[in-house]
């Protein structure tokens, strides 16, 4: 299916999601921050971001920024997964293609990973 990179910095959740994309049929990559992850993207090219918004070195909104910002990378499609700073991400539409509030429900997630992945095909 899809490369899937995820930037979260507790380790268990990272854990939890990359056993739960990988079992819906997906590879994917983990960083613990989200300076790691935007070296993964660039070097992976991946399907897909999804990010916490705090992390040290870089937040999930300072990683959509630089994707953004990034000719090469800019359509790749990310989520943002958090808890009270999703407010945050909601109000940055033009940065995130959805918005999740943890604790997330594993089906609402799943779904919306298919969603964004099926529009991007659509582009």
């Not at 989520?79 to 604790?103: N, T």
């Amino acid at each position: 299916m899809a490369l899937i990179v995820i930037a979260e910095d507790e380790f268990l959740i990272a854990d939890v999601l990359s056993i739960m994309l990988e079992e819906a049929g997906h590879e994917v990559e983990a960083a613990p921050h989200g300076l790691a992850a935007l070296t993964l993207v660039k070097e992976r090219r991946p399907e897909l971001v999804i990010t916490d918004f705090m992390m040290p070195l870089m937040t999930g909104l300072e990683l959509a920024q630089a994707i953004r910002e990034d000719d090469e990378l800019s359509q790749i499609p990310i989520i943002l997964v958090s808890g009270a700073q999703a407010s945050i991400g909601r109000a940055h539409p033009e940065m995130f293609d959805a918005v999740l509030d943890k604790p997330y429900n594993e089906v609402r997630l799943l779904e919306a990973v298919d969603q964004v992945l099926d529009t991007k095909l659509a582009r």
